[in-house]
């Protein structure tokens, strides 16, 4: 069945960098984008940004332009999400997921990445 | 960039009443929306895509409507599992995509 797995909490100090990662299996990686969510305690969902399944770029949304790089590596079917500059408002649960768009009915959520931002 | 306006925000409801939800794009999106249903603790999970296709193993509770720029999200006879947060998005600058702001749902 399609997992998606990612790393495990982490806690950072403001102005520090994190990298969550999050490994596919059970389906076909090359075939679909991969999205990355964030959800900041008791918000909303906001989407960041998205691995392109071809050609290994990607796509951001522009509030997070420039402090935020989503890569992938096909030999480990993994995707990872770099967040530079960190404050206290980037602390939230990061999902990876492969979204309903394009690709529905296709959709899948990893269990979610909770980043801690603290001094 | 095309804004999603769910309301209302919190909407308390007795078990078995219909309970409708509301979404609304700036501008045209076609049927290119999609339901998430998220409980506490868990990813969201999916409900409806292309606005009114119901998603594997989705109760019949469930249903969407709308094109362009207005949809809903109803649910017949609100069960107590019913209890949940309900998103939508829209994917017309796929792969770019937008959330709403959410619809908080709980019983009376």
């Known amino acids: 069945q399609v997992q998606l797995e990612q790393s495990g909490a982490e806690v950072k100090k403001p102005g520090a960098s994190v990298r969550v990662s999050c490994k596919a299996s059970g389906y076909s990686f090359s075939s679909y984008y991969m999205h990355w969510v964030r959800q900041a305690p008791g918000q909303g969902l906001e989407w960041m940004g998205v691995s392109n399944p071809t050609g290994g770029g990607a796509t951001y949304a522009q509030k997070f332009q420039g402090r935020v790089s989503v890569t992938r590596d096909t030999s480990t079917r993994t995707v990872y999400l770099e967040v530079r500059g960190l404050t206290s408002d980037d602390t939230a649960i990061y999902y990876c997921?492969?979204?309903?768009?394009?690709?529905?009915?296709?959709?899948?959520w990893g269990q979610g990445t909770l980043v801690t931002v603290s001094s | 960039e095309i804004v999603l306006t769910q309301s209302p925000a919190i909407l308390s409801v007795s078990p078995g009443e219909r309970v409708t939800l509301s979404c609304r794009a700036t501008?045209?999106?076609?049927?290119?929306l999609v339901w998430y249903q998220q409980k506490p603790g868990q990813p969201p999970r999916l409900l409806i895509y292309?606005?009114?296709s119901r998603a594997t193993g989705v109760s019949a509770r469930f249903s969407g409507s709308g094109f362009g720029t207005d949809f809903t999200l109803t649910i017949s006879s609100l069960q107590p599992e019913d209890v949940a947060v309900y998103y939508c998005h829209h994917y017309h600058n796929w792969p770019s995509l937008t959330f709403g702001g959410g619809t908080k749902v709980e019983i009376k």
């Open positions: 501008q045209s999106i076609s049927s290119n």
């Open positions: 292309a606005a009114s």
């Open positions: 997921a492969s979204i309903c768009g394009a690709d529905c009915p296709f959709d899948h």
